[in-house]
């Protein structure tokens, strides 16, 4: 397995962050070639595991839902993770608690899976599923892991990090149009938003700080903030000059800013949706 994962998703454990998860899990496996009974089979296990920490995991309130996805010499290795009082799985078979949190259907779905605890308290669901093509495994160097941090309420934050760029392609439109719909934008804005993504993911991969491209999203009624780091020092004003992306960005967006922190600048975007206001 790979030192750090290719695809990191952080998010509330609320119902309708399950469907967030759904959508980078699809656009995950179409980067891996799967088919669509595949792909089927890796979404459907991995949003029982999600329902499961929806559930389950924080029965005093909310907490995170975590999705790691690593590339794995057999395929790819998916784990869905919670920090909350999980489950008693100490010196338990796998077996002897599936029926309790759907583990019968994952196990059927994958390949193997493997149920942890997690240190400090929750519980980590791990499944492999074979893939035609596997992801590229990331080495840990300095910065890998950092991420554009969503501010504000934890409740309506999404925290997104991909490598490589084929893998943003994929997955960051689906999760950022999930979201819109969750922050009731119209058809056509969400349209707007997924032009948008598009353009940023398809110019973005020079100017990383790091090796992964970080998403964080923060979410409001008919309106949603979107960062987009660490990039390299002066790649947000070149990103927004490039032919593609920067007419796309200045005719779509509401606000444009770009912020420096200590890893390196991050561009930030403001959509609203006016027609619904």
């Known amino acids: 397995m790979a030192d750090i994962a290719n695809a990191s998703l952080k998010l509330a454990a609320r119902a309708e962050n399950v469907l967030v998860v759904r959508q980078a899990l699809t656009g ?3 980067c891996a070639g799967l088919d669509g009974i595949e792909t089927n089979d890796l ?15 924080y029965p005093a309130g909310e907490g995170p ?13 998916v784990v869905v993770r919670d920090h909350g009082v999980g489950m008693q ?6 077996e002897s608690v599936a029926a309790g949190i759907g583990l019968t259907v994952i196990q059927a779905l994958a390949a193997e899976i493997e149920l942890l605890e997690v240190e400090g308290g929750g519980v980590e669901l791990r499944m492999l599923f074979p893939t035609p093509k596997t992801l590229e495994p990331v080495p840990a160097v300095d910065g890998s892991e950092m991420m554009a941090r969503a501010g504000g309420n934890p409740a309506s934050a999404v925290e997104l990090t991909l490598a490589p760029s084929a893998l943003a392609r994929c997955v960051v439109p689906r ?3 999930a979201v819109a719909a969750r922050a009731h934008f119209s058809t056509d804005r969400i349209s707007d938003l ?13 100017s990383i700080s790091g090796t992964h491209l970080g998403v964080g999203v923060e979410l409001a009624p008919r309106s949603l ?37 200590r890893h390196g600048e991050v561009l930030r975007l403001v959509m609203r949706d006016a027609s619904r206001a």
């Open 28 to 30: 995950v496996a179409e």
């Open 43 to 57: 979404v459907t296990a991995a949003t029982e595991a999600a329902n499961n920490v929806v559930l389950h995991a």
């Open 65 to 77: 839902l975590e999705v790691d996805v690593f590339g794995h010499p057999l395929g790819i290795e």
């Open 89 to 94: 799985v100490e010196g338990l078979p796998v």
């Open 175 to 177: 999760v950022l149009s």
């Open 194 to 206: 997924q032009l948008v993504a598009d353009a940023l993911v398809a110019h973005a991969e020079r």
């Open 225 to 261: 903030e979107l960062q987009i780091g660490p990039l390299l020092a002066g790649s947000a004003d070149s990103l927004l000059d490039a032919d593609a992306a920067g007419p796309v960005i200045e005719r779509l967006t509401d606000e444009v800013a770009i912020c420096d922190d």
